[in-house]
């Protein structure tokens, strides 16, 4: 079973524009992740933000956490052709050390 | 090389046949870890390891068996396969398997 589930699946935006995906998971965290997958790719990790913060920044990376509502997005901001991959958040599953990840969603940045 | 490294990156393989993934990590962590990724279901998890010689199950055990007996070393073999487990497999490894994952670059497989 999934914990986390990413929401849109897709996403199509024109380069400049910002992107929002959000995540929602199911039971309490002590974090989540987010991690980015170039097509072919291994993924690879971009943020974390833990259970007790409600905003972190990363250069041009945004991520908003509200454990009331079980929810987490992830914003890209002034997108670039670059930004084109798939994102997935990943929690905890019945351990810390096993994380579990969403089915992502796919990110297309119009030149 | 330093980091994470899979092989092989593609394989095909029959029904029936055992196959073996590789994945070597130069970190000295302790935790890795293997998931498979399809369509529809992202990645999950199917075994993991917190230390040589110690492994545990994940979500998608079934059908396949692990080993660690080096700290950087831990292969995925499939011992007979079948063509659900057709998927890209990818490698991971966290250095205290609390927060984050670097993962390999995957190893495409696909049975007939």
């Known amino acids: 079973s999934q914990q986390g589930e990413e929401d849109p699946q897709a996403l199509s935006i024109q380069e400049g524009e910002n992107a929002t995906m959000n995540c929602s998971y199911k039971?309490?965290?002590?974090?989540l992740q987010w991690y980015r997958q170039n097509s072919g790719r291994g993924l690879v990790h971009l943020i974390l933000?833990?259970?007790?913060?409600r905003e972190k920044h990363s250069g041009r990376l945004r991520v908003t956490l509200d454990t009331s509502k079980k929810s987490s997005s992830l914003l890209i901001t002034a997108s670039r052709a670059a930004d084109t991959a798939s994102y997935f958040c990943?929690?905890?599953?019945?351990?810390?050390?096993?994380?579990?990840f969403g089915s992502g969603t796919r990110l297309l940045v119009r030149p | 090389d330093a980091g994470i490294t899979q092989s092989p990156r593609y394989k095909i393989t029959e029904t029936g046949r055992q196959v073996t993934l590789m994945c070597h990590q130069t970190w000295s962590h302790s935790y890795m870890f293997w998931y498979r990724q399809d369509l529809g279901h992202g990645l999950r998890l199917i075994y993991y390891s917190a230390a040589a010689d110690i492994t545990d199950k994940g979500e998608v055990p079934d059908g396949y068996v692990v080993s660690r007996s080096k700290t950087e070393n831990f292969p995925l073999t499939l011992e007979s396969a079948t063509r659900s487990q057709t998927s890209v497999y990818f490698c991971?490894?966290?250095?205290?398997?609390?927060?984050?994952?670097?993962f390999g670059a995957g190893s495409r497989l696909t049975v007939l």
């Open positions: 990943a929690t905890e599953g019945d351990s810390s050390y096993k994380l579990i």
């Open positions: 933000i833990r259970s007790n913060e």
């Open positions: 991971a490894s966290s250095r205290d398997g609390r927060v984050v994952l670097t």
């Open positions: 039971t309490s965290i002590n974090n």
